[in-house]
Every structure is written in structure tokens, then in C-alpha cells.
């Protein structure tokens, strides 16, 4: 099964080797077929921290490393 991946926005990098990336999708709703913006906050592990808010990266799925924390920054798409 491939690992998903998402784009998102660092929006808090104050934590050690962690940064907290915003990622916004769409989705239908099952029932009344509307689409539906969803926002969703997830925590990815970034090893060298070099990540600041406001750059825009790639997470991708990953072993756990915490509670919480299950992805991982692949690479920065664009800096802020």
C-alpha cells in the first residue's frame, strides 16, 4: 500500500525536531454530495530543523515516533 502525502503549510516550529504542518483538502460528503473544505493540523518529524513557519512542504506517512507524531517532512516546497 503506498504512504500518502500531503502538502502543507508549517504554521508552528518551536518544538525540537517537530513542526506542525497545516494541511487543507477537499471532500465529499457522503451522504448529500457536497464539497466540503477540511482543515487538518498534523504534527511531522523534521530531523535537521530546518523547517520555519511559513514554508510550504511535503509530509509523507511514517513509522510513529510519538503519540501524535506518524509523518514526516520529505522536503520543502517553497520558502516563505
Not at 523547517?51 to 509530509?59: C, E, S
Request: charge should be positive.
Amino acid at each position: 500500500m503506498p504512504k500518502k502525502i500531503f502538502k502543507g503549510e508549517v504554521i508552528c516550529d518551536s518544538v525540537d525536531k517537530t513542526v506542525n504542518v497545516l494541511v487543507k483538502y477537499k471532500k465529499i460528503h457522503t451522504k448529500y454530495k457536497k464539497h466540503i473544505n477540511v482543515n487538518k493540523k498534523i504534527l511531522a518529524h523534521d530531523e535537521q530543523n530546518i523547517m520555519k513557519t511559513g514554508d510550504t512542504v511535503l509530509i509523507q506517512e511514517h513509522k510513529r515516533f510519538s503519540k501524535r507524531k506518524a509523518w514526516v517532512v520529505v522536503n520543502k516546497v517553497e520558502k516563505k
